[in-house]
């Protein structure tokens, strides 16, 4: 075990983590339900869902089947000129399940991957209609869309990467940051986006934002009104809406995808995380018919994308397995009553010091302290507490696994306000 570590610590790289770290990574040795099982024989509650995806917990029986049967036919063949089963009946599901409107399906590999495709879409399709100068994105501050160039360069610009990067990152134009709370007042908002919409010239092509909760730029719940004023300026002004659903898709906001809170459909949506339920890596972009039919338009004559896993089977199949678990449950009940436990347990966060608010939405927990976190210190408080968590910035929050029962979200929650609980 210390053998492992040791060449991990020497040679293996970690997300957002300096390659000589002071931190040590906790070896997995492997993970059911909603526990890892750590190599010194911990078992920790996964709170994080690893960041969105395992809605279902590790190890689900029929998720497990549907990857050993696919894998027992064709693991990957390439895409171009090709098709298969899981492919298509993946995209079966998806179109079901989606916003009305949606008609077709671009298989990614990766959330980042899919919201560049959808970037390219949106300019293509602006190309096509005989707008070649609308290649701006309009966005809201606040936003997290992905660690790719198209994607960063949508991302917050003040909690983001565009500092380091200001240089190489096209210019984009940015919304403020959208009102606090599901049921804020919209209009001083309204009026300040307004300002920004007018002073524009004809040079945005679309409108890229994370419908309701903009997650790793700050856990921030904002109103469904915004989705609907952002709808209808696309609509007066020739712009695509394309929505970001990869942390918000699949139910964890309590409805199947965050634009089902405001009634709306985006012109393009991208989904990723938890499609698979945390299987393998795989995202897609739904467009409508009137957005694929202006990229067939465009000079190149077709959509220029097309990656070597392209609707890689395996994840195919294990993602098309997810969704009929996740459909055949009751997942508005489950949610609902998710929600109820975080508010309930986080609630007592509210009158500590250095806490400066608790929210939930849906299936998503969240104490925002006054000041940054540490982060291993915070993780270590929780994982006494028998709960694996990542905080980052001045946040501790959980997205925990749909199949947590009420006594592992008490569990959780306890060990949330712990690690919120520990003096500076
Ligand atoms: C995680 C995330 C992405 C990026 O997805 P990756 O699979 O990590 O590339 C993009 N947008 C949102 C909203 C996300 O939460």
């Known amino acids: 075990m210390d053998d492992l570590i040791d060449f991990d610590r020497a040679h293996v790289w970690h997300p957002y983590a300096p390659m000589d770290s002071p931190a040590t990574p906790l070896l997995v040795a492997s993970a059911a339900g909603n526990r890892l099982t750590l190599a010194d024989g911990r078992e920790p509650i996964d709170a994080m869902s690893s960041w969105w995806a395992a809605i279902h917990g590790y190890r689900h029986p029929r998720l497990d089947a549907a990857l050993h049967r696919q894998a027992d036919s064709m693991s990957h063949v390439m895409f171009g000129g090709l098709t298969h089963e899981p492919?298509?009946?993946?995209?079966?599901?998806?179109?079901?399940?989606?916003?009305?409107?949606?008609?077709?399906?671009?298989?990614?590999?990766?959330?980042?991957?899919?919201?560049?495709?959808?970037?390219k879409m949106a300019l293509q399709l602006q190309r096509g209609n005989g707008h070649p100068g609308r290649t701006q994105l309009l966005t809201?501050?606040?936003?997290?869309?992905?660690?790719?160039?198209?994607?960063?360069?949508?991302?917050?610009?003040?909690?983001?990467?565009?500092?380091?990067?200001?240089?190489?990152?096209?210019?984009?134009?940015?919304?403020?940051?959208?009102?606090?709370?599901?049921?804020?007042?919209?209009?001083?908002?309204?009026?300040?986006?307004?300002?920004?919409?007018?002073?524009?010239?004809?040079?945005?092509?679309?409108?890229?934002?994370?419908?309701?909760?903009?997650?790793?730029?700050?856990?921030?719940?904002?109103?469904?009104?915004?989705?609907?004023?952002?709808?209808?300026?696309?609509?007066?002004?020739?712009?695509?809406?394309?929505?970001?659903?990869?942390?918000?898709?699949f139910a964890r906001t309590g409805e199947m995808f965050g634009a089902d809170h405001a009634g709306i459909s985006p012109d393009i949506m991208c989904v990723g995380k938890a499609l698979t339920g945390g299987y393998l890596t795989l995202a897609a972009v739904l467009c409508t018919a009137d957005v694929a039919a202006g990229i067939d338009a465009s000079e190149s004559g077709a959509l220029m994308h097309g990656p070597t896993y392209m609707a890689n089977p395996l994840a195919c199949a294990v993602a098309?397995?997810?969704?009929?678990?996740?459909?055949?449950?009751?997942?508005?009940?489950?949610?609902?009553?998710?929600?109820?436990?975080?508010?309930?347990?986080?609630?007592?966060?509210?009158?500590?010091?250095?806490?400066?608010?608790v929210r939930t939405l849906g299936a998503v927990g969240v104490i925002q302290l006054d000041h940054p976190i540490e982060v291993a210190a915070a993780s270590a408080v929780a994982l006494e507490h028998g709960v694996w968590i990542r905080p980052f910035r001045?946040?501790?929050?959980?997205?925990?696994?749909?199949?947590?029962?009420?006594?592992?979200?008490?569990?959780?929650?306890g060990a949330l306000v712990a690690a919120a609980r520990r003096p500076r």
């Open 87 to 119: 492919a298509i009946e993946l995209a079966r599901r998806l179109l079901d399940l989606a916003p009305a409107g949606l008609d077709k399906v671009f298989f990614a590999d990766s959330g980042s991957v899919s919201v560049e495709v959808a970037l």
């Open 140 to 249: 809201l501050r606040g936003g997290y869309h992905g660690d790719t160039f198209g994607a960063m360069s949508v991302c917050d610009p003040v909690g983001g990467m565009h500092q380091m990067f200001t240089d190489v990152l096209a210019e984009q134009v940015f919304l403020p940051r959208p009102p606090a709370g599901f049921d804020a007042d919209l209009e001083p908002w309204v009026a300040e986006a307004q300002a920004v919409v007018d002073a524009l010239d004809d040079t945005v092509a679309a409108v890229i934002v994370e419908p309701v909760l903009q997650g790793a730029g700050g856990m921030r719940v904002y109103p469904p009104a915004v989705l609907r004023w952002l709808r209808d300026q696309c609509d007066a002004h020739g712009w695509l809406l394309i929505l970001d659903e990869i942390a918000t898709g």
């Open 320 to 357: 098309a397995a997810s969704l009929d678990v996740l459909t055949e449950s009751d997942w508005r009940r489950d949610i609902a009553r998710i929600n109820t436990a975080l508010a309930t347990g986080l609630a007592p966060a509210r009158e500590l010091g250095g806490v400066a608010d």
């Open 394 to 413: 001045d946040l501790i929050y959980t997205m925990p696994p749909y199949i947590s029962t009420d006594e592992d979200l008490a569990t959780i929650t």
